[in-house]
Each structure stands twice: as structure tokens, then as C-alpha cells.
């Protein structure tokens, strides 16, 4: 299997989808739904690019919604900041009008805010297979970065069903995510 042409194919097809917007929403409710007896209170995520699911919209409800319970706990988001030496990631403090600037890679980052361990994270999913095994764009980041990370957070791929690889060999080294969301639901486990 030649992963980076496959990874360039599906990033294309994901751009191309003429019904992205709807079926991001649909991922929307999806993922609001899948949060709500969730007990975590700090939940990393990423910025999208490449036409990926824009986690943060939900997120923020989240955090909103957990501000209106009756015992409030502060609910907090965090994105990925590049270490760009260790090829790992820290996640810092994101809230919607957080002052933002672009990592070693381009892509927008918090800037200045504090570092938070998230128990809950969000991973984008170029592709994904059964067994909660994701395709990523290679670089071997979140890998590297959930070896590292004490308590390990839940992880939770997020990507539509456009990506799904229903022929997809895990490598020896890819560790299976503990749920996969897509636009028509959980994916992983089922």
C-alpha cells in the first residue's frame, strides 16, 4: 500500500465533496451527542486544514454547556502546539477570539496561553479503519505525543465517511483509537 498517494487521494476527495457542509454538520450533532455523559473537563483538539472536520464549534457548546449545569466545572480546550526538535505536541489553551499565530507548519496555534493535559482528544482522520486504526498524514505527531502522555487521554478520531478504509493493514507500530466518529455516527467501537 503506498500510504502517501493513498493520503493525497483521500485529502482530494475530501476537498471535492460538494456536500462538506452538510455532512459536517452531521458530524456536529454527532460529536455533541457523543459528549454529553462524557466526564471529562479539558479536551484537546486540532485546527482543521485540508478540508477536515472543524471540531471547535461543538467543542465551544460544550464548554458553554458546561458552564449552565447547576455545579459548574470549568471546561477547557486545548490545541496542538509543534514541537518541532521532538516531533511531539503540547496542547495549549484555545477559546473562540484567543489571540493566534502559525506554527512551524503554517497552521494557526493559541499563542501565549497555558499549557493543558487534555483526557479526551480529538484526532483528525485522513482515513480510518475498523479496529479504531487512523491514517494520518505521516508525520507520526499524535504518535509520538500519546507515548508520552500520562495519564493517557482517550482518543477519538473524527473524519467523514468518505474516508473510510474498509481494506486499510495497520502497520505494527499504529495504535487503535478508542472511538471513531463520523457524519452517520460512531464508527468505532461498534
Known amino acids: 500500500m503506498d ?17 462538506r457542509l452538510k455532512r459536517a454538520d452531521l458530524l456536529q450533532r454527532v460529536m455533541r451527542i457523543w459528549l454529553v455523559d ?16 472543524d471540531p ?4 465551544h457548546r460544550w464548554k458553554e454547556d458546561g458552564e449552565l449545569l447547576d455545579e459548574p466545572q470549568l471546561r477547557r480546550i486545548g490545541l496542538p ?12 489553551a484555545w477559546y473562540p ?14 499563542k501565549d496561553t497555558e499549557i493543558i493535559v487534555p483526557t479526551l482528544l480529538f484526532v483528525p482522520c485522513v482515513g480510518y479503519a475498523a479496529g479504531g486504526y487512523r491514517l494520518g498524514y505521516g508525520g507520526g505527531f499524535y504518535d509520538r505525543t500519546l507515548a508520552t502522555l500520562q ?4 482518543t477519538v478520531g473524527l473524519g467523514y465517511t468518505q474516508g473510510f478504509l474498509d481494506d486499510f493493514v495497520p502497520e505494527p507500530h499504529d ?8 457524519d452517520n455516527g460512531i464508527v468505532w467501537p461498534v
Do not use: S
Open 97 to 110: 477570539g484567543c489571540e493566534m499565530e502559525e506554527d512551524a507548519y503554517g497552521i494557526p496555534k493559541p
Open 38 to 53: 462524557r466526564p471529562d473537563t479539558v479536551i484537546g483538539a486540532y485546527w482543521p486544514i485540508k478540508g477536515e472536520f
Open 3 to 19: 500510504k502517501a498517494a493513498l493520503r493525497r487521494a483521500l485529502v482530494e476527495q475530501r476537498l471535492n465533496m460538494p456536500d
Open 56 to 59: 471547535l464549534p461543538a467543542l
Open 81 to 92: 502546539v509543534v514541537n518541532k526538535q521532538h516531533k511531539t505536541l503540547t496542547f495549549h
Open 175 to 182: 495504535l487503535p483509537l478508542d472511538a471513531i466518529l463520523n
Open 151 to 154: 495519564p493517557r487521554p482517550v
